[in-house]
C-alpha cells in the first residue's frame, strides 16, 4: 500500500495473479446494480465512521455488511 499526506489517500497496489481486485470490481457492479445494498453499504460505512478511532476499528465496524453483502454479490456472478 502506497500512502499520500496531500492529497490524503490510500493506493493499493496487486500483483497480476492477485484476486483482491476481482473482488473488489464483482462488489463495485454489485452495488451499482443494486440500490437497496448499496444504500445498506453506504449507511454502514457512516455508522462506522461516526465511531472515530483507527482505520482498522472502521473496517471492523463495516465488515459484517460489507462481507454479506459480498457474498451475495459472488454466489450471483458464478455461474
Do not use: C
Given at each position: 500500500m ?5 492529497p ?19 462488489f463495485?457492479d ?18 462506522a465512521?461516526?465511531?472515530g478511532?483507527?482505520?482498522m ?23
Amino acid at each position: 500500500m502506497l500512502r499520500s499526506a496531500d492529497p490524503r489517500a490510500n493506493v493499493h497496489v496487486f500483483g497480476p495473479e492477485a484476486t483482491e481486485p476481482v473482488r473488489h470490481r464483482v462488489f463495485r457492479d454489485w452495488l451499482r446494480t443494486h440500490p437497496d445494498d448499496r444504500d445498506r453499504y453506504a449507511a454502514a460505512k457512516r455508522a462506522a465512521a461516526a465511531g472515530g478511532g483507527h482505520v482498522m476499528e472502521y473496517n471492523a465496524r463495516k465488515q459484517a455488511v460489507l462481507r454479506e453483502i459480498l457474498v451475495r454479490a459472488i454466489e450471483a456472478s458464478v455461474p
